[in-house]
């Protein structure tokens, strides 16, 4: 298994798409109250922060490199689009490996089930469905 030290624009990326999205869908994944939205951006916030220190500790712990876990500095970026967003986050998630920096591996499992769950529900093939 190899491992990337992703670059910063990326985890920026995910923070801007996230603070982008229907706080609703997500707010269970941070444990609010369905409809509650204040300050979700600072979770955000530490949530990508997260990500990205355990994407170094990864990386690091594989390649026994000591690149430093800088603090992420959000200079505003491009969000992605919604399939952009989740194959990002999956390749965190694979990537990320067993670092688990304040919960960051668990959250960022149920963000991406949500998120998918929320793409695929959209899709018109998934609303012209007469499974049930």
């Known amino acids: 298994m190899s491992t990337i ?27 609010y109250p369905e409809g ?3 300050g979700l951006d600072v979770h955000f916030r530490s949530f990508v922060q997260a990500l990205r220190i355990a994407n170094i500790h990864a990386y690091n712990e594989r390649y026994e490199e000591n690149e430093p876990a800088r603090i992420l500095s959000s200079n505003g970026g491009r969000p992605y689009n919604p399939i952009d967003l989740i194959k990002t986050l999956r390749s965190i998630s ?16 149920r963000l991406i089930n949500c998120l998918m769950a929320e793409y695929i529900s959209e899709l018109p093939e998934y609303q012209q469905s007469d499974a049930w």
């Open 36 to 38: 509650w939205a204040e």
């Open 94 to 109: 694979y990537n990320i490996d067993d670092q688990d920096v304040n919960g960051c591996a668990d959250r960022l499992e």
């Open 5 to 31: 030290c992703f670059e910063d624009e990326k985890f920026i990326r995910v923070y801007d798409s996230l603070c982008r999205l229907d706080p609703g869908t997500l707010a269970h994944v941070w444990d």
